[in-house]
């Protein structure tokens, strides 16, 4: 079998089928018709600055980094009680960074993001793409990618696949 990314790319795509239905989804989304039928997935997203750098999420990337901000805070708080006085500078500099991320993540607001393209998609790609923070619509059985950045957090539809199709591959080569 050939490594080569381009052809597993190909492969990929001759597998997947994928079907642009933008303005089908537009219109039924636009009239409400699938909205009590469905749910879409990480449609919103949250940026931000945090102690280690700019900070870009779904709701569950947020409530994740909330829960181990929240961890680290009282790790770094028995640390404090455990140690001397030196270590406690430094502890006191994390947990103040710590303390800082927590409220700027509870703080932050959510910003809906814009669909360039709904492309009607396997079942399975639909799960791959939501725990990779895409957006996803399902409804009727079917799942659709909606495909949200030209420019910003992936350069594009390709290259969100392209990512998808090496996981994928590395998992085979861990399993073999």
Known sequence: MEHNPIVKYQ???NKAILIDQTPLLTDL??????????????????????????????????KKRIEEATQAIDDLTTEIENNS???????????????????????????????????????????????????VFRAYGCSWYGVTSLLEHHCSKDAVLLELIEEIDKSDNILN
């Open 11 to 13: 492969e990929f795509i």
């Open 29 to 62: 989304l636009d009239r409400n018709i699938l909205d009590q039928q469905g749910q879409i997935f990480n449609q919103l997203e949250y940026k931000g600055k945090l102690s280690d750098g700019d900070f870009w999420g779904t709701d569950e990337i947020v």
């Open 85 to 135: 006085i030196v270590d406690c500078r430094r502890i006191g500099k994390a947990m103040e960074d710590q303390v800082a991320d927590l409220r700027k993540l509870k703080e932050m607001k959510a910003r809906k993001r814009s669909i360039y393209q709904w492309l009607l998609i396997p079942h399975w790609l639909g799960t791959e793409l939501i725990s990779m923070g895409e957006v």
